[in-house]
Structure formats: structure tokens, C-alpha cells
């Protein structure tokens, strides 16, 4: 792959960009509708990208808990963009994926596609990673820095963390001259961005893991700073399904989200083999990643957190942030600020129906959550994954 050519990002972004618009997603739902009068009883479809953020849809399927619920499952399919999920999923080819919680956004009120979050995937895990003489945010002023999409809790969480260090973001041309305050944004994909790095034509990124991980093993940049530690247990990733499944099909769709529920309470406690799973040398290959790299994620020894509070990586022990967090609840507060902060961030392309949407309105029109409550009580409720009985939260920022 070309590290000196950006634009096969650039034409991913356009055709997202076309595919979210009404007139985009209009054939491709219509093909969505023929697919479910066809198929009324589909099995369940998961549509990914190889990242850690897919780790309970790849587990679910893994462990059989689809089937342990009674319905049949087909074998995960492994996308290779954004763009390419969307237009799987918005057609039907795919019916659960996993979607940057901004980009469902994007997605229902920037082209008012039929679906709905139904849970959160994960909470954390991801970073910003930069070169190894960067040791302040602050030098990245008048640098590139690569994010993974701008409808991202990586592009919302970065330029929070720019603008309290005194810096600006922009988007500009390759090769123009930026100011000493200045951090260019560039898109890239997760697997371009430690080779661009190396490489040094960006100075630094922010992704899901396991790209910082992969980093950090390859001696090629290290951890400034973990998104987690930023916004206390954000969600990246959430749980995205068509509405006619939710509406047509609810046990169906209770059923879909209690394997997911299960199998977050099963990698919270089952770190080290999740890794194994979903790594190259698992039965599945479910990713290209190996063991090793996957576990600095989701298994780490006890000694990274030290290295991490000594280098400022975390800087809110008291937090007591994973690295990467499995829990299900999509918390209003959460969808409520993150629209907010969307409208005063920084994204190419038409941004303009952000104006009209109402916080509040949106958390209660984005998200279903009648499946999650369901699957909670029947696991024992939040505290079962270590939270306090309460479906509301005040979110935590810090610098």
C-alpha cells in the first residue's frame, strides 16, 4: 500500500459521503426492503472492521451464543472501510455491525437511515500515539496527525485535547504550510497509520486499538495519551440495527442483543483468551493481529499501568480506566454531550444538519434500548459489569 498517497482515503470518505445522503442511500434501501421480504427470518449478519472495537459481535459468534439463544448466526463478514460497512449494512448484505457512535449520527439524521443503536460494543480503547520524541501534546504544532474518520470519537476527543494545549486544528491540503499552532487532520485507515508514522509523514494518531498497541511493539511511536482518560468510559463503537428488525422482529432482535450482552460479561472476564480468539492464530482469524499485540490491549501486565502514570498517558488514576472496557449500556448523557461536541468540531463535508438536532430529542430517537435493559436484567443488572444500578451518569472530562 502507497504511504505517499492519501487518496484512496479521500475517495472512501466521498463515497460515504454519497452513500449518506437521501439520494445516495435511496436505491441501497430499497434493496435493504427486497432482501427482508425475501427473507423475513434472516440469520443474524455481522458486517466488521478488524479492530478491537468488534470484539463482542466476534466473540458472540465464537462462543456460539447466537445459537445459544436460538437463532442461527452466519459467519462474520471482514470489511475493510467505513464506507464499505455502510453500504453493506444499509443494503442488507449485513444486519449487526459495529458503527463510530458519531457516525450513527451521520448516518440517521444526515441521511435519515432506518436504524437504531441498540447498545454500546465497548467503552475506551483507544489512544493518541505519537513519535517517539513527541513527549508533549504541544509539539504537534505546525505537524500532520492522522485521525481514523471525522465523524469519530477520535476527531471529537483530539481536538478537545488541541484546543486545552493551545493548538488549532485544521484540515489543509497535503504539503501546505501550517502555523506553529497548527495540526493538520488527515484521514487515514487504522493499518496505514503506524507505517506513516515510521515513516514520518504524520507526527502522530488517535484510533481504536490494537494500532497503538501495534505501535508500541513495533518501537515506532508510544502512547501520549488514552481517549479513556480524557472522557471517562466513552463509548467508540456501538451496536447498530436496522429498525425493521427492532420493529418486525423483537425477539428476534432481544435475542441478537443478549449474545452481545453475554459475550462482553464473558471478555471482561476472560481477557487473555479473548485475545487469543480474535488474533491470526485463533480457529476464526477473525483479525490480522497477533496474540501478543491483542494483549497489550486486552490482557496488559499489571507493570504497563505504572509506565503509563509515569509518562502522563493517564494522568486520572483515580479513574481506574481499562485500557479497553466492555459494557453494554448506551447512557443518554453520553449521545446527549456527544452532539454537542459534534457541532463545534471540526468535519469535512456537509455538517449543516447538526445545527437542527436537539441533544436530548436525539438520545431518546438514536438509541432503543428496550433489548439492552432486558439483557441486563437477566445477567444481573449494571453492577454485574462493575457499575452502580443507575441508568443515568454525569460524563467526566478531563485535561
Known amino acids: 500500500m502507497c504511504l505517499d498517497d492519501f487518496t484512496h482515503t479521500r475517495r472512501d470518505f466521498l463515497k460515504l459521503s454519497a452513500l449518506l445522503t437521501a439520494g445516495g442511500a435511496l436505491p441501497l434501501l430499497g434493496s435493504l426492503q427486497a432482501r427482508a421480504a425475501a427473507e423475513p427470518d434472516a440469520p443474524v449478519r455481522i458486517g466488521y472492521l478488524p479492530i478491537t472495537d468488534a470484539t463482542p459481535l466476534l466473540v458472540a459468534h465464537n462462543n456460539g451464543l447466537f445459537e445459544a439463544e436460538g437463532i442461527q448466526a452466519e459467519r462474520p463478514v471482514l470489511l475493510r472501510s467505513w464506507a464499505q460497512v455502510i453500504e453493506a449494512f444499509i443494503s442488507g448484505q ?49 505537524q500532520s ?11 471529537v476527543v483530539v481536538q478537545q485535547l488541541l484546543r486545552d494545549n493551545g493548538l488549532q486544528p485544521v484540515s489543509k491540503a497535503a504539503n501546505s504550510v501550517l502555523a506553529a499552532n497548527e495540526v493538520n487532520l488527515v484521514v487515514l485507515p487504522p493499518s496505514d497509520m503506524p507505517p506513516a508514522l515510521a515513516s514520518k509523514r504524520i507526527a502522530g494518531y488517535i484510533v481504536a486499538e490494537p494500532f497503538n498497541a501495534l505501535a508500541e511493539e513495533l518501537k515506532v511511536g508510544r502512547v501520549q495519551r488514552f481517549t479513556g482518560d480524557i472522557w471517562r ?23 441478537v442483543v443478549n449474545a452481545i450482552v453475554k459475550a462482553q460479561l464473558w471478555t471482561r472476564d476472560n481477557r487473555a483468551e479473548a485475545a487469543r480468539l480474535l488474533s491470526k492464530d485463533g480457529a476464526n482469524r477473525y483479525t490480522p493481529h497477533t496474540p501478543q499485540v491483542l494483549g497489550r490491549v486486552l490482557a496488559p501486565n499489571a507493570t504497563d499501568r505504572d509506565a503509563y502514570l509515569a509518562s502522563g498517558a493517564i494522568r486520572h488514576d483515580h479513574w481506574d480506566e481499562q485500557r479497553i472496557d466492555f459494557q453494554p449500556y448506551p447512557f443518554p448523557s453520553y449521545t446527549e454531550e456527544l452532539v454537542r461536541r459534534l457541532k463545534d468540531t471540526l468535519i469535512e463535508g456537509d455538517k449543516g444538519f447538526l445545527a437542527g438536532l436537539d441533544p436530548q430529542q ?24 462493575g457499575l452502580a444500578e443507575s441508568f443515568a451518569r454525569s460524563e467526566e472530562f478531563g485535561l
Not at 98 to 118: E, F, I, N
Not at 145 to 155: D, E, G, K, R, V
Request: aromatic share 10%; glycine share 8%; proline share 5%.
Open 145 to 155: 496527525l492522522a485521525i481514523p474518520f471525522w465523524y469519530s470519537i477520535h476527531n
Open 94 to 142: 449485513v444486519n449487526v455491525i459495529h458503527l463510530l457512535s458519531p457516525m450513527t449520527v451521520w448516518a440517521r439524521y444526515g441521511s435519515k437511515v432506518p436504524a437504531k443503536v441498540v447498545a454500546w460494543n465497548h467503552v475506551g480503547g483507544s489512544g493518541l500515539t505519537v513519535a517517539p520524541g513527541i513527549t508533549e501534546v504541544k509539539q504537534l504544532g505546525g
Open 233 to 255: 468510559n466513552h463509548a467508540c463503537c456501538v451496536v447498530f440495527m436496522h429498525e425493521q428488525d427492532l420493529n418486525n422482529r423483537p425477539e428476534w432482535s432481544q435475542k
Open 362 to 385: 436525539t438520545a431518546r430517537d438514536l438509541v432503543d434500548d428496550r433489548f439492552v435493559r432486558n439483557s441486563l436484567a437477566a445477567v444481573g443488572g449494571l453492577k454485574a459489569f
